[in-house]
């Protein structure tokens, strides 16, 4: 059971984001489940767990300095998929795919969408 509900980025370009999410989320098997509203959009397995959204302040969106997404990969192919429809989506490249010195397993990539939110995928499966 996660003990999140679910987490949210702001977006400013709500159609640039959208279109780098459902790409890089996509090749991790994760869906678009559709617009909550017109500045807003849901992604999950199913369920809405993951959201992207224009701030309703009506305040410029912008990313926390520390602060990082994870996303579950199942594979270290859909690591790269992730990494590489991300870049291709608008995205920038803040740690390429590869092996990750901290646990034995740990394979990961890392980028910001294009609000400059940081997000990354890793799967922990041994070997490819």
Not at 75 to 80: S, Y
Request: with cysteine; aromatic share 10%; charged share 15%.
């Amino acid at each position: 059971m996660s003990i999140f509900t679910h987490a949210c980025v702001g977006a400013n370009d709500i159609a640039a984001s959208k279109a780098f999410y459902d790409a890089a989320l996509g090749a991790l098997g994760i869906d678009n489940l559709g617009a909550m509203s017109d500045k807003a959009f849901l992604y999950g397995k199913g369920t809405p767990e993951f959201l992207v959204l224009t701030p309703a302040n009506g305040e410029p969106a912008c990313h926390a300095n520390g602060g990082t997404l994870g996303f579950a990969a199942a594979t270290r192919a859909q690591v790269r998929a992730f990494h590489e429809a991300g870049l291709a989506h608008g995205g920038t490249c803040e740690g390429a795919p590869g092996p990750r010195a901290f646990a034995p397993t740990a394979y990961a990539a890392y980028m910001r969408d294009p609000t400059g939110n940081k997000i990354c995928a890793y799967c922990y499966a041994d070997g490819e």
